[in-house]
């Protein structure tokens, strides 16, 4: 069974351009869930999918933005970017089953000079 | 919401057994996982504990949580090289969203 999978892998960006991030979930799994990994701050919660619509979304600015599409892979974009955007960007997927784990892709490395 | 808070770094050797301890503030927490990070890579899921459990085995994994003081630890038995990585905890907070602590990084030595 095929795991999570996000695209691109790495990514260079100026400070100002527009990104956007593409994640399929696993088979059978309906909830996407994006974080940011960004060096020595941790795993900071972003944007949750579920059955199509936005359900929670982390403290940050509008300029985070995604949607989830009926065969469930998910985009995130992010526009005006800034130097801190420099990160880890990872997809996560999940059953239906709201307490099922969340399994993780291998994320994509976004910097922006 | 939920704060997770974990060690920083960890040491042992190989052979040895390693004990990673986090701790959680929301006693809500159905669910409270161990993810493993290896450099470059994802987040794989370890194992996770349902938070009406006092302990779960998964070969030479075992997780312990004390509820009481809202505590939960992984221990690895017999640690190898390949257990070299950053170990996080996590719980499930308000809002179906994980919580993750800042991460626990494991050096194996030989």
């Known amino acids: 069974e095929a795991g999570v999978t996000q695209s691109p892998t790495h990514l260079i960006k100026t400070r100002g351009q527009q990104v956007t991030l593409r994640c399929s979930p696993i088979?059978?799994?309906?909830?996407v869930y994006w974080y940011q990994q960004a060096l020595g701050l941790g795993l900071q919660f972003l944007l949750w999918y579920d059955e199509g619509e936005e359900r929670n979304r982390g403290n940050f600015p509008p300029r985070f933005s995604g949607r989830q599409f009926p065969n469930y892979s998910s985009e995130l974009n992010v526009n005006a970017l800034e130097l801190e955007d420099s990160a880890l960007y990872l997809c996560?997927?999940?059953?239906?089953?709201?307490?099922?784990?969340?399994?993780f892709g291998n994320g994509t490395r976004l910097t922006v000079t | 919401g939920e704060d997770v808070e974990q060690s920083l770094f960890l040491s042992v050797r190989e052979g040895d057994s390693s004990v990673i301890n986090c701790t959680y503030t929301d006693s809500s927490s159905t669910y409270l996982y161990w993810y493993k990070q290896e450099p470059g890579a994802g987040l794989q899921l370890l194992t996770y504990i349902f938070s009406n459990m006092d302990m779960k085995q998964d070969q030479r994994l075992t997780v312990l949580l004390n509820k009481k003081d809202k505590h939960l630890s992984l221990r690895i038995a017999d640690t190898q090289t390949g257990d070299s990585a950053i170990y996080f905890c996590?719980?499930?907070?308000?809002?179906?969203?994980?919580?993750f602590g800042g991460g626990t990084r494991v050096l194996v030595k030989p």
């Open positions: 996560a997927s999940r059953l239906r089953d709201r307490n099922s784990p969340l399994h």
């Open positions: 996590a719980g499930k907070a308000a809002g179906n969203k994980l919580t």
């Open positions: 088979s059978g799994h309906t909830s």
